[in-house]
């Protein structure tokens, strides 16, 4: 920690903050890359993804120290990366250069009749000693694979606390004390636990040595269905801003300060808001270790808890649960009676809706207008429980062509229309030229979609082919049509 760059003040980057980053060069010290956001095919001839090479260009000229931050494989779980992942990963990081990678304490994988099933979703570990000894194993793994240094983030839970639980703070320090590692402290992840039910902001700290945190994370959330969502949505609320500042101070090692704010959210929210945001973070910043005094850990002596979940038992019950399955267990069981979890089953559709709609924007446009919402509601909710999350958007897009193909939905334009979108999806990963036979005249009918109008119906056939090109586009992030509620 002590070898490590004081870094400052700076946000996590997406396609579209480019302007943004030009214009307000004295307010960001550093940014933070989000790797997996920019990857979008598999590279079977070198066992690696694919990644997006404009943002890298522009990552890479960027004059700023740039941090990674790991989306697509947390070490709270059993689930180990393949190789194609961190062989991307060590890829992008000699171009990028990150000072540290950072992941999260939580999981998104898990096993079923021998089946690895991606739940698509951030979920919590089960905070038990067999948790620890995992995550420590997996934080091991990824220091030796990246030759880094390396945090873990600390996550949110929408459960309710169960009995017997170790505390959320405790469990977090032991996996840091065990492995030896850094802590990247999230406390708007902290303030959306204690508004939702778990531990209060006040004892997480207790149980945590503020020496390993070398790096927070600040944000914005929005209520949905009386809980408190961590949506990064705007600026902070005056309440996480006093958390932040009181924080600051006894963190004697603290290195980064990050802002994070989702593309979608960024593009509404007014400019001066997201700068006011960075100004109160420099202001705060500079109070950083004034408060610093020696600080033990409150270490929950003489208490005993609940061991008896396995981890691989927690890690199926919950991912099938929040994919439309139930298990039939007592955990099972227990895990239905907590509201929460079906608020992570909200917010798990929700998530996979926006990412198929963006996807997928004129054909599934063209399908709700035709049917209507409730009955394209059915459809998604009928496709979602054939196929499981993917990493890779395009899986997901030839998912439900495959779909729609087989259901034969009798909609005017649809086989062709989805064709064409499909074929666009492809030529932007591999840049190769192709056709799209029509049998109408497509340009009206995609002209009426884009401004969400249900195309005039054309009598007369014509055999039109529409030619597909790549071509370089700006660095600009396009808003799904479903906006996700959380960020994952």
């Not at 070198?46 to 890479?60: G, I, Q, S």
């Not at 390396?150 to 004390?177: I, L, S």
């Not at 960075?278 to 950083?288: C, V």
Request: proline share 5%.
């Amino acid at each position: 920690m002590k070898n490590l760059d004081e870094l400052g003040v700076g946000l996590i980057y997406f396609q579209g903050f480019e302007d943004f980053l030009a214009l307000h060069s004295s307010l960001i010290d550093v940014v933070e890359i989000e790797p997996q956001t920019f990857w979008f095919d598999k590279n079977d001839e070198c066992n690696a993804f694919k990644y997006n090479p404009e943002v890298t260009d522009f990552l890479r000229t960027y004059d700023r120290p740039k941090l990674f931050h790991g989306v697509g494989y947390p070490v709270g779980g059993t689930f180990l990366p393949p190789d194609a992942h961190f062989n991307t990963l060590r890829r992008q990081a000699a171009e990028l250069n990150p000072k540290w990678v950072s992941e999260h304490l939580s999981f998104n994988f898990f096993k079923d009749e021998g089946r690895d099933i991606n739940s698509g979703f951030l979920l919590p570990p089960v905070q038990t000693a067999e948790s620890i000894k995992t995550a420590v194993a997996n934080i091991n793994n990824y220091r030796a694979q990246m030759d880094r240094p390396f945090a873990f983030e600390t996550g949110v839970n929408y459960f309710q606390p169960r009995k017997n639980e170790m505390p959320d703070g405790f469990f977090v320090n032991r996996v840091a004390e065990e492995a030896d590692c850094n802590i990247l402290l999230d406390l708007h992840n902290l303030l959306v636990n204690q508004r939702n039910g778990r531990q209060t902001v006040k004892e997480f700290l207790s149980n945590l040595d503020y020496g390993r945190v070398i790096e927070l994370h600040v944000a914005n959330g929005i209520y949905y269905k009386d809980y408190y969502l961590d949506a990064h949505s705007g600026a902070s609320d005056d309440e996480l801003l006093g958390i932040l500042e009181d924080v600051v101070g006894k963190l004697p090692n603290l290195k980064a300060l990050m802002f994070e704010i989702t593309p979608d959210y960024f593009m509404k929210v007014p400019e001066a808001e997201i700068r006011g945001q960075l100004i109160k973070m420099r202001r705060i910043w500079d109070k950083k270790g004034n408060q610093f005094k020696k600080h033990l850990p409150d270490r929950c002596r003489g208490k005993t808890f609940d061991e008896s979940i396995s981890v691989s038992e927690w890690e199926h019950t919950v991912g099938s649960i929040i994919l439309g399955c139930k298990p039939e267990s007592s955990l099972a069981d227990e895990l239905l009676q907590d509201k929460g979890v079906a608020i992570v089953k909200d917010l798990v559709f929700h998530f996979r809706a926006s990412l198929l709609v963006s996807m997928f924007k004129l054909t599934t446009r063209l399908l709700r207008l035709s049917v209507g919402e409730e009955v394209f509601n059915i459809y998604v909710e009928d496709f979602f429980s054939s196929v499981f999350p993917e990493l890779l958007p395009v899986i997901l897009a030839e998912q439900f062509s495959a779909y729609v193909t087989a259901n034969r939905f009798k909609v005017i334009y649809l086989p062709q229309i989805m064709e064409y979108e499909l074929a666009t999806i492809h030529t932007a990963i591999d840049k190769q030229t192709r056709h799209v036979n029509f049998n109408f005249d497509p340009l009206p009918v995609l002209a009426a979609l884009e401004k969400a109008a249900l195309p005039v119906e054309q009598f007369e056939e014509k055999s039109i082919a529409l030619q597909i090109v790549y071509q370089q586009q700006p660095l600009l992030a396009e808003l799904p049509e479903f906006v996700p509620a959380v960020h994952n």
